[in-house]
Structure formats: C-alpha cells, structure tokens
C-alpha cells in the first residue's frame, strides 16, 4: 500500500530528527504530521509508529545491539539505526507480517541510506523475526 510506505518514510524522517534533536518537541512532530497525511488512517498509522518507537526505544535499541554484533548503536547511520527501531516496533508491536516490515524496511533503507544500509537492515531484521512470526 503507497501510502502506507510514505507514512513510514515520513515516521523514519521524524524519527531522525528526534533521534538527532532530542529536544525537539512532539507537538512541532504532530503538526508535520497533520500538514502531510490529511488522511486520517494515514496520520494515525504513521503517529503510532513515532511515538511507539520514541517509548520503547531503550527496549529497541537493546534488542538490536544484542543481534547486531559487533555494532555499537553509536556506530550505525542514524538512518539504519531508526529503519531497525521502526522495524522491530512494527513486527513486535503493531502486529505487521515479517515480510511486510523487511521489505518496507530494506527499501527505505536503499532510499535513505548508505550503500550498504539494505543489507545491513535486512540483515539485523531477518534475525530479528519473532519466533510467533516464522511462519508467516
């Protein structure tokens, strides 16, 4: 689904700027949001995904360096780092399949990352599958 892509390229830019501007307020974040999606399903889908990553970050950000390693979350490109929290949120949280979050997510990395970033996250992601998600 299009729009469902650009809600998560939209949460990934948002993601950046908090995770580069940790003083950034939320409000100045709901705004950009209300002025980009005026779908409602859209705005919603994508706020789920900010603010869920913003509060598990800690437990995201922990799940990735136990599977990344050799990789501190220091080290990553802001951009991989906030594909791999939104990935993992989707899978464990909102209930996305598998496959829908790594393809979504290696695309977003080849758009806004480096030129390995695709791997990279499909790698950390693919390890990162729930055990209730492997037959999906």
Do not use: H
Not at 66 to 78: Q, Y
Not at 98 to 125: K, M, Y
């Amino acid at each position: 689904m299009a729009g469902r892509s650009e809600a998560r390229r939209f949460a990934l830019q948002m993601l950046y700027l908090l995770d580069q501007n940790p003083e950034a307020e939320m409000d100045r974040v709901q705004a950009a949001l209300q002025k980009e999606f005026p779908d409602v399903t859209l705005r919603d889908f994508s706020w789920a995904i900010i603010s869920g990553v913003t509060a598990s970050r800690t437990e995201l950000d922990d799940l990735i360096c136990r599977t990344a390693t050799n990789w501190r979350l220091d080290r990553m490109a802001p951009t991989d780092r906030n594909v791999l929290r939104m990935g993992l949120f989707e899978m464990t949280r909102m209930g996305t399949p598998a496959a829908v979050v790594i393809d979504e997510s290696v695309e977003i990395a080849r758009e806004f990352g480096t030129e390995n970033s695709s791997s990279f996250v499909n790698g950390i992601l693919d390890k990162l599958i729930p055990a209730s998600c492997v037959d999906e």
